[in-house]
């Protein structure tokens, strides 16, 4: 097996881990032996004494500002009661569907309610995550045009989401490069397959899709767009993607009725409008058929053939799990609220967001550097820098607050820039609060 794959070792399988974190026996026996944990065990009592004991140490705020990818919603009692249901506490995929009409039909309710928000025809039975998500798209779009290899990012792409394409395209030799939104058309070479558009971008920027699509198109329709999001919840109230000529929706929708939860797990959302995209989807698709010789309907997997999720290299995708559970709570989350609900919600979280960001307007030395309408984040550049940065968050910290993400720590560029998020579950007075935090720190 080794010399099929080309090495000379098992060693040369782990070498592009550093070598720093990788454990021999001997270092994997000193840490067991090292922690807290007997080596011979304990008895069930003790053990939940144990972790009852760590449990403890969590720490449980009563207000974030923190979005940045995962964000703190309200979550009716409706989508744990449904989604605690025993039947429902599997994720493999229901191959027998004579078995699994229920599981089948809440997958094609969450697709269809899914490529309602996106405005798109079709959309398929969840992915695993927003970045994952975002290199499904790419390969799909690179896909359709092999020749290619640059991809161009519009709007400030989530660093981890950027991270992630190109760390698994890497094989594929992709280029991308970064373009700003009144820029594209000039972007676009001979090499562009594709061209995705931030919306919300990461910073909370609203850009006009519509209008970037446009220029894209005008420059060549071969070029795939797509629209890449972290916060499904503004599909509810921007317009939708498929209404603005954008190709194919990826994104996040963490925020559709699945806790925060110590960052995961996620749930990857994609809608396409474009037939021979539907035949390049990946994961599983659930289609709705009547009988021959009867009224009944019945639900099963359709379009993609078992075989596809397993044959490697060949697949339209490499990553063979599928986010079962978490799409039935972002369904029945989404059927719970209904379109106006969701819309209403939306519109809450614009209005929470816009209250906090024109009051540190006021704050001397704070100055919001988004160029355009907000969702629910934004981002605000302080005099000071990084000090600065870290005076407010512990300032959050001391008043049992999660305050806004130092943007600083992910990139040095981003050095003294906060991003502030702002939902439905942050109350006027936590608000108040968090803005006369920011102006103590500052007269200090």
């Not at 209404?243 to 994104?251: E, K, Y």
Request: charged letters at 20%; a neutral charge.
């Amino acid at each position: 097996m080794m010399k099929a794959v080309g090495v000379s070792s098992l060693d040369d399988l782990f070498d592009t881990v550093p070598k720093s974190i990788l454990l021999d026996d001997d270092r994997a026996r000193a840490i067991l032996g090292s922690g807290s944990l007997p080596v011979n065990g304990m008895a069930e009592i003790e053990l939940k004494a144990h972790m009852a004991d760590l449990a403890a140490g969590n720490r449980v705020y009563r207000s974030i500002f923190q979005g940045a990818g995962s964000y703190w919603h309200f979550i009716p009692a409706t989508v744990d009661y449904v989604a605690s249901r025993g039947e429902y506490f599997t994720s493999y995929t229901p191959y027998q569907a004579e078995r699994s009409q229920g599981y089948l039909q809440a997958t094609f309710e969450y697709q269809s309610m899914i490529a309602a928000l996106a405005g798109m025809r079709y959309s398929n039975a969840s992915l695993h995550d927003g970045a994952t998500a975002l290199v499904d798209a790419v390969i799909m779009a690179w896909s359709q045009n092999k020749r290619r290899r640059t991809v161009l990012i519009v709007g400030q792409a989530n660093p981890i989401y950027l991270s992630t394409a190109k760390t698994a395209l890497a094989p594929r030799n992709l280029v991308f490069r970064e373009a700003k939104p009144e820029d594209v058309a000039q972007a676009i070479d001979e090499d562009t397959m594709a061209v995705v558009v931030c919306n919300p971008d990461f910073f909370g920027t609203v850009l006009d899709v519509t209008k970037i699509v446009n220029a894209v198109k005008a420059r060549d329709k071969g070029i795939i767009t797509i629209q890449c999001t972290t916060e499904a919840l503004s599909l509810a109230l921007l317009r939708p993607p498929g209404t603005a000529g954008v190709d194919i929706l990826v994104g996040e929708a963490q925020s559709l009725g699945i806790p925060m939860c110590f960052g995961g797990p996620a749930l990857g959302l994609i809608a396409v409008s474009d037939n021979k995209l539907l035949h390049k989807m990946p994961g599983r698709i659930v289609g709705v058929t009547k009988e021959l010789d009867g009224d009944r309907y019945g639900f099963t997997l359709t379009l993609t053939a078992r075989e596809q999720h397993i044959r490697r290299e060949k697949a339209l995708s490499n990553i063979c799990s599928n986010e079962a559970l978490n799409m039935l709570r972002a369904a029945v989350y989404m059927a719970s609220l209904g379109s106006t609900g969701m819309r209403q919600v939306a519109e809450i979280n614009v209005k929470k967001a816009n209250y906090l960001k024109d009051k540190l307007r006021d704050v001397t030395g704070f100055s919001c550097i988004n160029k355009g309408p907000t969702f629910n984040e934004f981002a605000i550049q302080v005099d000071g820098g990084a000090a600065t940065s870290r005076r407010v968050i512990r300032a959050c910290e001391a008043s049992d607050m999660l305050g806004p993400l130092d943007l600083g720590t992910l990139d040095p560029r981003w050095a003294g820039m906060l991003l502030f998020c702002v939902t439905e579950m942050n109350d006027t007075k936590a608000i108040d609060e968090l803005h006369e935090i920011c102006r103590g720190v500052h007269v200090r």
